[in-house]
């Protein structure tokens, strides 16, 4: 058993078993250092979830186009369920694009056990990495750059 409190500059102090120890807090969980052990604690439910599309950038020519969800681009309004990742407990994962037909990719991902924010995605026969920041990810994918947002 033990106890925390909140320190400023996204710290904590936590106490437990006579020990003091301050944390650097970060949205998914901290680092704990115990003698020659470091222990990662990582939020369970961090990563899975329903992840919609944000903003879709591409480079063409030099020169890069962006169009975030709700914007207009070519006389087509970019919609943030044109892209779904559904990223599921069980480390499965489904993305869904939707145009004018329905397009639905199924895979795998899992966390990086090394790097708490990083995530491997396994679909259409390759490996995405990406870094999970506050809800989000990017996803760069050739000449695509595709920002998502946990629902």
Request: without cysteine; negative net charge.
């Amino acid at each position: 058993h033990g106890s925390w409190k909140a320190l400023s500059g996204g710290k904590a102090q936590i106490f437990i078993g006579g020990m003091t120890q301050t944390v650097e807090m970060k949205w998914d969980g901290f680092v704990f250092q115990v003698g020659e052990w470091t222990v990662t604690f990582t939020l369970q439910d961090s990563y899975y979830g329903v992840y919609k599309l944000v903003r879709l950038q591409y480079v063409f020519g030099g020169a890069v186009i962006t169009v975030n969800a709700g914007e207009s681009f070519q006389g087509k309004t970019l919609k943030e369920d044109f892209m779904i990742i559904e990223l599921k407990e069980d480390g499965t994962m489904k993305m869904t694009i939707t145009d004018l037909v329905t397009d639905t990719t199924y895979g795998t991902w899992e966390a990086d056990g090394e790097s708490s924010d990083i995530v491997r995605l396994y679909f259409a026969g390759s490996v995405q990495t990406v870094r999970m920041e506050r809800n989000a990810f990017v996803l760069s994918v050739d000449e695509w750059t595709i920002t998502f947002h946990k629902e």
